[in-house]
Nanobody
Framework: VQLVDSGGGLVQPGGSLRLSCAASGFTFSSYAMSWYRQAPGKERELVAFITSAGRSTNYGDSVKGRFTISRDNDRNTVYLQMNSLKTEDTAVYYC?????????WGQGTQVTVSS
């Protein structure tokens, strides 16, 4: 199993970024996927969740209405569209999957929101 996160960078407040997580080594379309983030000095927190077919999503309270999780099961990729970014969104963002009880993480991608 491999999860490869990409798309992070430096963006000004109010800007947008799209993160991607390319998955391999398992039947991607059979598993729910999530994005987490961890800011310096803080615990890792759930950002967004999407079911295996993409029919249902959930979001952390701090990102509702601004972030959108989606997936392309033909490309084995999950996305996180982040709009109206705030300085408090600065963190390392990680893709997450739980497969047969084993947790897998992407390597993380840094998102920095600063003017």
């Amino acid at each position: 199993v491999q999860l490869v996160d990409s798309g992070g960078g430096l963006v000004q407040p109010g800007g947008s970024l799209r993160l991607s997580c390319a998955a391999s080594g398992f039947t991607f379309s059979s598993y729910a996927m999530s994005w987490y983030r961890q800011a310096p000095g803080k615990e890792r927190e759930l950002v967004a969740f999407i079911t295996s077919a993409g029919r249902s999503t959930n979001y952390g309270d701090s990102v509702k209405g601004r972030f959108t999780i989606s997936r392309d099961n033909d490309r084995n990729t999950v996305y996180l569209q982040m709009n109206s970014l705030k300085t408090e969104d600065t963190a390392v963002y990680y893709c997450y999957a739980r497969i047969w009880g084993t947790v897998y993480w992407g390597q993380g991608t840094q998102v920095t929101v600063s003017s």
